[in-house]
């Protein structure tokens, strides 16, 4: 299809008289940027490859006639450029590079698309890499246009592709989790893909010991379980996926290579995401981490953390990260330093160096690219700088034939000049932009945004253009911005479905005018603004989802709208339909564009679902309603997906464009296309706009998401067309000559004094309104902060609202004031409503006056309690199926319910074994191996019959005697010769039949080890069954014990009464345990919730309750005798009579009391002994059930060891397939050596025979000659080597790479060149014969090339010796994992045999009878024997005797030692004390005393003496206490004081503050006086404030941004730092 359509275009395009060419394009790196040569770049975008010379900044395209470019690649040494398209079963493309001719076109077998592309240094090869779903890596011949070899990487996805610079035969290939290393290996024609994985290393940066997965060599051996197996038998894994497959827990995670570039000696350095560098040996491919040197403090608190690419450098790489700084890493051994190399000012993406290092190419992430020049004095240069995002928006600045514009979605416009595609200016709004337009009539342009802004700039001054207005018009984002063809009016449409009409003059600031109203989703807005009209026609394409039509109204504006614009509009904007005139019209299919063509008597309409472009007649009178509009003409298209139409300025041209991205310009008269250019293709969803300037000649096409801005010019167009759009053009620039002068001398004087325009724009409200209106009126109007910009639709409603409340204020008082008298008669009537009776009291939502506003919230209640109810009863109806299925696999799928039996006295509980019944398929089985083990018994008594020869009649006898045993049984019984022990169960206490069960010892296949397991489950069943059969008893004797006490229970209820006891009866009965179905019945006294009732059946059931206990009292009737005879005679009549009965009815109380207790404890006796038998039955189901793990384990320990066994043979047989393959390698590698050496030997037999045949082809001329000629013969030309510069030698790392085809073609041509110059005849010797010298120079010539040729072969020789030594390594490798799988397999063989003879079985053993040390660590029992175990017994008595010996005599040694320590210890405490009594006499002797104790013993009155003192000190107390009174009495006063003067104080402060109030009126009065004359002045100052303060916050606001930056880069070093200093966890 894509082919039929270039060839259509192509068609068009020579079949018509106008074609288009490409001038420029303008697009910005998606990609990486390569070098074409040392003063060349290119890159992909779009459907072109753009070539920028980088002195010049020149720009050469290349563009792919099958659309979008996909990866690009070039070749140096050639000067080629490669790429690829993005079709279906894409191709790639080889040019030359700068004639920019197709060299060749590569076409392989890949579906979707190519994804990397590279070219090697030496040689004509070319790899290329696909994407899903082949993930092919091919390597191509790009000369010869054939693929060389190839191999498929299935779910592979690579990130990089590169090939060895000093290797042609080697590449690297890495993605995110791996780096692969391909070998091309070549046998003369024929090439090989070699493949080798590099192990890389842990997050952690260690290395990984990987261990063998297929044959494993240090697996723990198991001398109990049998042998241990590698995971993947143990998965149960037998294919290719046993050879890699590891265990969860036994993964980890690895580096994630980000870049890697080769270095000259065959190593590869690789990047990773976590900050690791790598260096991988080229030899043997191991990878070693290099650490990095910490020798300088980190700049401006940067982490280098992973690098983003990485170019190989003298002494190491250059690496970048996403910082905006380009590092050096200075590499020395396995340490490397980093060092800063250059800072940009954005993140950068891609480094390359140029061809001969001299100059650094960085490209940023947003597309820019720089170039490095190194020198003496480096410098940097900015050859493209990119736009920030895709093309939003692009148009022409009026008349078009200079520059135009372009908008970026982040609001970035640029203005291009039309020549070269440079950019001139640059302006940044810092706004989510939407769309743009430029003014025809005027050098300003508009810019809508998402918030609903539309921005003002001025382009008189191309080179610096200024935003000069904004108008908010609407909180709705803009979508739509057209100016009509004579720029008097800009339409500004919005997603809320308003057109705003503003006046386009610079001059009238922009005004707006007012706005039509249409349906939300506008498609397209169309104008036709005629030179000779005095209206402007408006057609709106909008869309109707729900009923599939597109609906169009069509309206006019009047020249003359700006001064009427009052009339035309009402008071809140909004333009009054009938006076422009609004006609609606439907078309009965959708579409996705439409245009009015000049005549405003058709309509251009593009299909939406159907690729036609429709014409619809408008009907010439006018209409009220809407119109169906039919289609006149239908013109098929060949575009595909949703289109859209625009007109050219003269309206003769019909322009269209949709996702297929071909550009096709029609006549308008005849719908036919004249001229068509594919500029974009659908791989990037087609064009997204299309500007044509007012001559006609410069169209500009922008894509949708491939970014990229095409320049088309007319190459080739007719006269007449031609003549039209001139003459229009002129003429329009003639009639708008004197309104563009002055509105471009408007702008210019605005421009010089740009406050003229400033904050003019801002709708803000400033004002306070100060309406005397009471506060229901101020609740009417909209509440917005004084400070936030409001738009200008909402600024008209609410000036319109307060409009309306000047006009009604009256009748709003008037209204307000009975509403507030008709609230006051309800609340009176609420409050009355209260006193009544509840018969007559009204609800409280009877009184509410809005009846639509009860009925809505009754139905909103309605419909909330119904949606509760719905929600209760799915949740219910949840529980009960959740019930449902538990009850059911829990309840009724059990055969016997489990239930419980109490004692009735004693806390204990016996439970039964539930069980389910046992299925069809389980009851088959049993009965096959039932019938089987009996025929086992059978044939077993047979053959000991035979053997033993007993007589025939017996043998006839014993079988009748065994037919009417197995008439009687179904399970044929015989005595076991196995001990109790050996059985390992003790299934036989419960009557339990084990004769069919086959010996442990025995147990050595599969299929007996199933059968003995499902014997084992049987007999697990009978035991349980005969057990359950025991419970059921003793629970139909508790019933009974319950009725029979309930029977006596009736009794002693009878005698309690008679006797009048207040004694409680004893009534035991079932709980839920042991009645476990009554769990599931729901009691009424179970549920916790109340029951709702309602009112009247609340009445109804009192009124019952009083009539049943009248009922009741007059049924008893008078107690009159009752209470006689108690207060007579104490209640009784015959006392000796009634005592005798009350002696026999006690008796017979106690009587059944006891046979009650008597009956309940032999059942408690009974189920105790029940208990006992509980505990038993589940030993031997756990004996049983013990057995059954220890088969399972056997028989899937077989499982695994035939896994193992099954994925050694068929390992086996891949090795042998591939032993196969390398020995046919093997053997046709030495069939073409074989072949090619012959052919060296022919070339060099034939190069022999002419060097010595020389003298016998020129025998016949004299010998002095011949001697001279063979001279000649041997000369060879001198080949000039080329000479490398020195300054190159310095900077290109590579040095001298191998040579390449091209070299040797070249060398070739040189040495024929110098032969000519040999075989000029002035060479030729004197005395000669010219005919002799002819046939001497072509004999030379023959000899030269068989040399040539020779080389050739001798080096194509070497080549494929060295490939047949590989594949002999390679056959020898295979042969040694094959014998290392025969060996394996043996050992396997070896295992399976000894883990079927060494069984595990169960032994029955007491407690005592065996004893062991350490049993714990004794795991061996290969030398265990049985023995008896009154051996032991005698053994253990001998021990014991002498061990009661032994701790006699140590007893006796004890007390010895014990009398000699007590000896010791009261020597040692007489010593102490001693030494404590010196110390105490010492302690005496040095006494301290003091003057004090001398005093009290030499004076002798002492007690005199201290009472004269204690005089003295009282005389002094009261001398200080008489001093402190006057003290106090001299404060007292001076407080007296200071509050009389604080009452004066306060006096003057009052007439103060009666002062300063009439002064603050004073200034009230003043200040209000000023607002009055000068709120102007106030309003400046509140601005200029207001801006200070802005700008005050922005510059916090960015202070404070920074600061978290370098918090966010502290706190990450500071973690760094953190895991530094954690130790390293190794596992070992």
């Known amino acids: 299809m894509a082919q039929s359509r270039e060839l259509e275009e192509r068609h068009l395009a020579n079949t018509g008289s106008a074609s288009l060419s490409v001038r420029w394009v303008q697009g910005f790196p998606k990609q990486d940027v390569h070098f074409v040569n040392d003063s060349t770049i290119c890159y992909p975008s779009g459907n072109f490859v753009i070539f920028i010379n980088i002195e010049t900044k020149k720009k050469t395209v290349l563009q792919c006639m099958n659309g979008i470019v996909g990866v690009v690649a070039t070749n140096i040494p050639y000067e080629v450029v490669a790429f690829s398209d993005r079709k279906l079963k894409p191709l790639i493309y080889v040019y030359s590079f700068p004639e920019l001719t197709r060299r060749t076109k590569l076409k392989g077998n890949v579906l979707l698309d190519y994804t990397l592309l590279s070219f090697s240094y030496c040689g004509t090869y070319l790899a290329s890499y696909s994407s899903l779903p082949e993930f092919e890596f091919a390597v191509w011949n790009w000369e010869s246009s054939v693929i060389l070899c190839k191999k498929s990487q299935l779910g592979v996805d690579v990130s990089q592709m590169t090939f060895n610079p000093m290797n042609w035969h080697q590449l690297c290939l890495s993605s995110p989790s791996s780096v692969t290393v391909w070998t091309v290996e070549r046998s003369n024609e024929e090439h090989y893909l070699k493949a080798k994985s590099i192990k890389l290393p842990m997050e952690d940066g260690s290395i990984f010991d990987e261990k063998d997965l297929i044959f494993p060599s240090s697996l723990p051996k198991d001398l109990i379980y049998g042998p241990v197996l590698p995971m993947s038998a143990i998965a149960g894994l037998v294919g290719k996926e046993a050879e890699t497959f590891r265990p969860k827990d036994d993964l980890y995670p690895l580096l994630h290579p980000t870049m890697h570039c080769w270095t000259p000696t065959n190593d590869l350095y690789v990047g990773c995401e976590e900050g690791h560098l790598l260096v991988i040996n080229g030899e043997n491919w191991k990878v070693t981490i290099l650490n990095k040197i910490e020798d300088r403090l980190p700049m401006d608190e940067r982490n280098f953390i992973s690098p983003a690419t990485l170019v190989y450098q003298k002494g190491g790489v250059l690496a970048s990260g996403i910082d905006g700084f380009v590092y050096s890493f200075i590499i020395k051994d396995s340490y490397y330093k980093v060092e800063d190399f250059l800072q940009v000012e954005e993140p950068v993406e891609h480094l390359m160096f140029s061809p001969n290092y001299k100059s650094l190419l960085i490209q940023t992430d947003k597309g820019s690219v720089y170039i490095y020049t190194f020198g003496e004095e480096p410098t940097l240069n900015k050859i493209l700088e990119a736009c920030d995002g895709k093309f939003q928006s692009v148009d022409f600045i009026t008349p078009g034939n200079k520059h135009c514009m372009t908008l970026t979605h982040s609001g970035e416009v640029c203005i291009w000049s039309m020549e070269d595609g440079a950019c001139v200016s640059r302006i940044y709004l810092k706004i989510s932009a939407t769309v743009l337009a430029c003014s025809p009539s005027s050098f300003s342009a508009a810019v809508g945004t998402v918030g609903g802004s539309v921005h003002y700039l001025d382009l008189w001054d191309t080179k610096s253009p200024q935003a000069i207005h904004k108008a908010f018009v609407s909180e709705s984002s803009v979508q739509h911005l057209l100016y009509d063809q004579r720029g008097m009016y800009l339409l500004v449409g919005t997603s809320e479905g308003y057109i705003f009409v503003i006046n386009a003059n610079p001059s009238s600031m922009f005004q707006i005018l007012g706005f039509v109203e249409v349906d939300k989703d506008i498609l397209q807005i169309s104008t036709v603004s005629l030179l000779d009209s005095d209206i402007v026609k408006v057609m709106v394409l909008s869309s109707l989802p729900q009923t599939g039509r597109s609906k169009l109204q069509i309206f006019t504006l009047p020249k003359i709208l700006p001064q009427v614009s009052t009339s035309i509009a009402d008071q809140r904007g909004r333009m009054i339909d009938e006076i422009i005139h609004k006609f609606l019209y439907e078309i009965e299919h959708p579409l996705s564009s439409a245009v009015l063509d000049f005549k405003s008597k058709r309509v251009y309409g593009f299909c939406k679902e159907v690729p036609y472009i429709c014409s619809y007649l408008l009907p010439e009178q006018g209409h009220s309603g809407i119109c169906i509009l039919k289609p006149h003409q239908k013109v098929q298209c060949k575009h595909y997906g949703p289109g859209m139409l625009s007109l050219s300025p003269h309206g003769s041209w019909l322009l269209s464009r949709a996702k297929c991205g071909t550009l096709c310009i029609r006549d308008i008269n005849t719908l036919e296309t004249f001229v068509s250019c594919r500029s974009h293709s659908h791989q990037g969803h087609g064009i997204q706009s299309v500007r044509i300037s007012l001559d006609g000649q410069n169209i500009l096409v922008n894509g949708r998401e491939d970014g990229t801005l095409v320049y088309l010019r007319w190459r080739r167009l007719g006269g007449i067309l031609s003549t039209e759009t001139l003459n229009y053009c002129q003429q329009l620039l003639t009639i708008m000559s004197n309104t563009m002068a002055e509105e471009n001398n408007y702008l210019s004087m605005a421009q010089s004094d740009s406050s003229s325009l400033v904050s003019v724009s801002e709708h803000t409200i400033n004002e306070n309104v100060s309406l005397s209106i009471d506060s229901s009126q101020e609740a ?294 042991e009645k476990p179905e009554r769990t599931l019945v729901v009691e009424n006294s179970e549920i916790a919730a109340q029951k709702y009732v309602n009112p009247w059946r609340k009445v109804k059931a009192e009124l019952t309750a009083v009539h049943i206990l009248e009922e009741g009292l007059l049924a008893r009737g008078p107690d009159t005798r009752r209470r006689a005879l108690m207060d007579m005679m104490g209640g009784v009549l015959e006392v000796k009579k009634e005592d005798i009965l009350r002696m026999s009815l006690e008796a017979e109380l106690r009587k059944l009391q006891n046979s009650i207790q008597e009956s309940t404890q032999n059942f408690d006796d009974y189920l105790k002994r029940l208990f006992q038998r509980r505990v038993k039955a589940e030993i031997v189901v756990n004996q049983e059930e013990l057995k059954i793990n220890n088969l399972m384990f056997s028989l899937l320990l077989d499982e695994e060891i035939n896994s193992r066994e099954t994925f050694l043979n068929n390992y086996l047989t891949r090795k042998q397939e591939e032993k196969d393959q390398t020995s046919e390698a093997i053997k046709k590698a030495r069939e073409d050596l074989d072949v090619y050496k012959e052919q060296y030997d022919n070339l060099l037999a034939e190069d022999k025979v002419l060097d010595r045949s020389f003298k016998k082809e020129f025998s016949e001329i004299p010998t002095h000659q011949v001697d001279m000629l063979y001279k000649l013969f041997k000369r060879r030309p001198r080949i000039p080597k080329p000479k490398v510069h020195s300054d190159a030698a310095s900077t290109v790392p590579f040095g001298e790479r191998p040579e390449s085809g091209k070299l040797n073609k070249d060398a070739f041509a040189q040495l024929m060149k110098g032969m000519d110059d040999m075989d000029n005849i002035n060479n030729m010797p004197e005395g000669l014969d010219p005919s002799v010298w002819e046939h ?277 070093e500071v973690e760094r730092l953190r895991m530094k200093t954690f130790p390293a966890l190794v596992p070992m």
């Open 1336 to 1612: 001497f120079c072509m004999t030379r010539r023959v000899k030269v090339e068989n040399e040539q040729k020779v080389k050739q072969k001798a080096a194509g020789l070497v080549e494929m010796v060295a490939f047949l030594r590989r594949r002999v390594e390679e056959d020898d490798k295979v042969q040694q994992e094959i014998e290392k799988v025969f060996q394996e397999l043996i050992l396997l063989q070896e295992e399976k045999v000894k883990f079927q003879l060494n069984l595990t079985i169960q032994i029955l053993l007491k407690q005592g009878q065996v004893e062991l040390e350490n049993f714990q660590l004794f795991l061996e029992y290969s030398d265990a024997i049985l023995i008896n175990k009154h051996i032991i017994e005698d053994l253990n008595s001998v021990i014991r005797s002498q061990g009661h010996k032994k701790v006699t005599s140590m007893m006796e040694s004890k007390d010895i030692h014990k009398g000699i320590f007590q000896i010791e210890w009261e020597h040692k405490k007489m010593e102490m004390e001693m030494e404590d009594l010196n110390q105490k006499a010492w302690d005496i002797q040095m006494l301290f005393f003091s003057r004090e104790r001398q005093k009290y013993l030499s004076e002798p009155n002492y007690e005199t003496l201290i009472a004269v003192q204690i005089g003295i000190m009282e005389e002094t107390i009261a001398v200080l206490d008489k001093t402190h009174k006057k003290n106090v009495e001299n404060c007292k006063n001076l407080l007296k004081k200071l509050v009389k003067f604080g009452n004066q104080k306060d006096v003057a402060n009052y007439t103060l503050s009666c002062n300063l109030r009439e002064e603050l009126v004073a200034v009230s009065e003043r200040k209000d006086i000023c607002h009055a004359l000068g709120p102007k002045l106030t309003c400046e100052k509140i601005a200029k404030k207001r801006y200070e303060n802005m700008m005050q916050q922005q510059k916090l606001t960015n202070i404070s941004k920074e600061q978290a930056e370098q918090i966010l880069i502290l706190q990450a």
């Open 780 to 1073: 009417l109007l909209l509440q917005v902060d004084n400070t936030k910009e409001i738009p200008w639709i909402q600024q008209k409603n609410q000036e319109a609202l307060r409009m309306e409340i000047k006009l009604f204020s009256n009748k709003r008082r008037e209204i307000k004031t009975g509403m507030k008298e008709l609230a006051k008669t309800v609340l009176n009537m609420m409050e009355e409503n209260e006193t009544v009776d509840n018969i007559a009291k009204l609800e409280q939502r009877e009184f509410g006056l809005d009846l639509e506003e009860l009925e809505r919230l009754h139905d909103e209640s309605e419909e909330e309690i119904e949606k509760i109810k719905k929600d209760v009863e799915m949740h219910n109806l949840a529980k009960r199926y959740l019930a449902e299925l538990i009850k059911e696999e829990c309840w009724n799928s059990m055969a016997v319910k489990g239930r419980a039996l109490k004692c009735f006295h004693i806390p204990c509980v016996v439970e039964n074994f539930p069980m389910k019944e046992r299925t069809d398929e389980e009851l088959k089985k049993l009965k096959r191996v039932l019938q089987q083990k009996k025929i086992e018994t059978e044939c077993l008594k047979l053959r000991k019959e035979i053997v033993e020869f007993q007589p025939t009649k017996t043998l006839v006898k014993k079988h009748h005697e065994e037919d009417d045993e197995e008439e009687e049984d179904d399970v044929a019984v015989k005595d076991t010769n196995l001990p109790n022990y050996m059985f390992g169960s003790q299934s036989t206490d419960f009557g339990i039949h084990a004769s069919l069960l086959s010996s442990q010892l025995e147990l050595h296949s599969r299929e007996e080890k199933i059968n003995q397991i499902i014997l084992l489950k049987d007999i697990i069943y009978k035991v349980k069954t005969a057990f359950n059969n025991e419970f059921d008893a003793a629970y139909k004797q508790k019933e009974f014990e319950i009725a029979r006490i309930k029977e006596r229970n009736v009794r002693i209820q009878e005698i309690i009464l008679d006797l009048e006891l207040q004694e409680p009866v004893w009534q035991p009965e079932f709980d839920d345990h």
